[in-house]
């Protein structure tokens, strides 16, 4: 499905801060929508003001739907007849409706519901206002089927639904300075209180009591003062957010949390500014101890994996050392030899660890690992000229499930390279790397291509990857093929020098990443 961005930009003439206004509207009108009962689909003039397009629609999650079907790039032409250009469009509601909310500039209702897909539905239209002039119209349809006598909560939701529809027709709402809202704010159904002028509740949902009941509350709260009664309660627990007096008041558009008890509430305000003057609030409230709980024992778990990635890296230096201290007692060269190739090995595992240990998660950035990687296993095996590997290309992100195994194997295929390849003689090792797209402009990757090529002498006539009793390589094909499900190939380069060919899917490793 389009972006609403899209939508605008290819059928509309609106300017970008009307396009940044329908996205503050967009992100946040699911609250109208659940407060109404009704579906909302925006309406936008198409370039040629020829005629309206539907860019965003959104259901309630507090009654029935009226439209089954998704109305988003649905075009209402001024002339029906004219089906030339484009595909027929689909009657929605009560058109006039919709025209005469745009060119009379305020809220239009339908006395008789409309029949016409089945269903009873009640019609209306509520102009959309950015800096006093039109940029759309919200068309709100409330479907009438399972309609009986309204309680004092659906009284009290329609009272406030009407209330922000005629801040949305003034231009007042969304709020051009609120905060960057939380990731997740409270909704309608966790909980509602509706102020007055003064700060008084007049209105308490059955859940916003019972989050003020958790928090300590014995007294009724209908007719207490919000930001006095939070506060008191704040005074007695944990935790006082100092934003706490303004989003309780309703003065201001913002979010704060209350603690005590080892309760954690979370309130939103929203001022309800009519004509100017500020008539009330609703503060919508939700109990998430459990949440911050979680939240809480996450933090600690992360901290705990960091903490041991340290550790285990710190152990791992130490086993390096060790070997080190034990390969200069020894005589024999091929044994000595033998423990500098463990110290490597250790170390890049070690590298691995350590950038763990720097993560919240258990992600890391290749492109640094393998530099460091690369660059220790070539000093380390140098026995002549200096060789500094170059790479071409990046890996990205990886899990550390794939990290380890692949540092490993790129510190053999550059050690086999510098010593088997290049020997005393000069030359260059180039590690390229290309990740491919399961769809293409996808974020995510889903395999890795990695070559490690050097321009020495070439492989011996007689190589054969499966019969070779070289260490290093059975290492590497055990880790691609066996661990990691890969692919690997040596092949003599056609310029000269050996090229070492590995693919890797990342389906597994792109699972763990989300």
């Not at 329908?22 to 009962?37: E, R, Y």
């Not at 509430?265 to 503060?283: F, S, T």
């Not at 399961?438 to 006539?461: K, N, Q």
Request: hydrophobic share 40%; aromatic share 4%.
């Amino acid at each position: 499905m389009p972006h609403l961005s899209d939508l605008i930009r290819r059928h509309t003439s609106l300017k970008q801060a009307d396009l940044e206004w329908i996205h503050s509207l967009v992100s946040d009108w699911q609250l109208l929508a659940d407060l109404s009962f009704a579906d909302l689909v925006l309406w936008v003039r198409l370039r040629d003001e020829d005629g309206w397009v539907a860019v965003a629609q959104m259901r309630p999650t507090t009654g029935p739907t009226a439209f089954q079907d998704d109305l988003v790039e649905t075009v209402l032409l001024d002339d029906l007849t004219d089906m030339t250009s484009r595909s027929a469009p689909r009657v929605i509601g009560r058109r006039a409706l919709i025209d005469r909310a745009w060119a009379e500039g305020r809220i239009c209702r339908d006395g008789d519901p409309d029949w016409s897909g089945g269903v009873p539905v009640r019609e209306e239209t509520v102009p959309v206002r950015r800096a006093g002039r039109l940029i759309g119209v919200i068309q709100r349809s409330t479907n009438l089927s399972s309609a009986r006598t309204p309680s004092r909560l659906e009284l009290t939701y329609l009272q406030s639904a009407g209330d922000l529809a005629q801040m949305i027709a003034e231009g007042a709402f969304p709020f051009s300075d609120q905060e960057p809202l939380m990731v997740r704010s409270p909704r309608v159904g966790d909980g509602l209180l509706r102020l007055d002028q003064n700060g008084e509740v007049v209105y308490a949902s059955p859940n916003a009591l019972s989050a003020y009941r958790r928090l300590g509350l014995a007294a009724d709260l209908v007719g207490a003062r919000l930001d006095r009664t939070t506060l008191e309660l704040a005074a007695q627990g944990e935790a006082r957010d100092e934003a706490l007096t303004y989003t309780a008041s309703g003065r201001a558009p913002q979010e704060a949390e209350v603690e005590a008890r080892g309760v954690t509430v979370q309130l939103r305000a929203i001022p309800l500014v009519i004509d100017g003057v500020r008539i009330g609030a609703l503060v919508m409230v939700r109990d998430v101890t459990e949440l911050r709980r979680r939240e809480r024992e996450l933090m600690t778990k992360d901290a705990t994996i960091r903490e041991i990635h340290h550790r285990v890296k710190n152990n791992l230096q130490t086993v390096a050392a060790l070997l080190r201290l034990q390969a200069r007692r020894l005589d024999v060269p091929e044994a000595r030899a033998a423990l500098d190739e463990a110290v490597g090995r250790v170390g890049s595992i070690a590298i691995v660890h350590e950038m763990l240990s720097h993560t919240p998660d258990e992600v890391v950035d290749f492109d640094d690992i393998a530099d460091r990687v690369m660059q220790m296993a070539a000093e380390v095996s140098s026995t002549g000229s200096t060789v500094v590997p170059r790479r071409e290309g990046g890996f990205g992100l990886l899990s550390a499930l794939v990290a380890t195994p692949l540092s490993m194997v790129l510190a053999e295929l550059v050690q086999n390279a510098v010593e088997h390849g290049l020997g005393q003689g000069p030359g260059e090792i180039v590690v390229r790397v290309r990740r491919f797209d399961a769809v293409p402009g996808h974020p995510r990757a889903s395999s890795l291509e990695l070559a490690v090529c050097d321009s020495g002498g070439g492989l011996p006539a007689d190589f054969d990857l499966e019969g070779t009793t070289s260490l290093g390589l059975q290492i590497v094909r055990t880790l691609i093929v066996g661990e990691l499900g890969g692919t690997l190939a040596i092949k003599p380069r056609d310029d000269g020098g050996t090229e070492v060919a590995i693919s890797l899917p990342l389906e597994q490793e792109e699972a763990e990443l989300r």
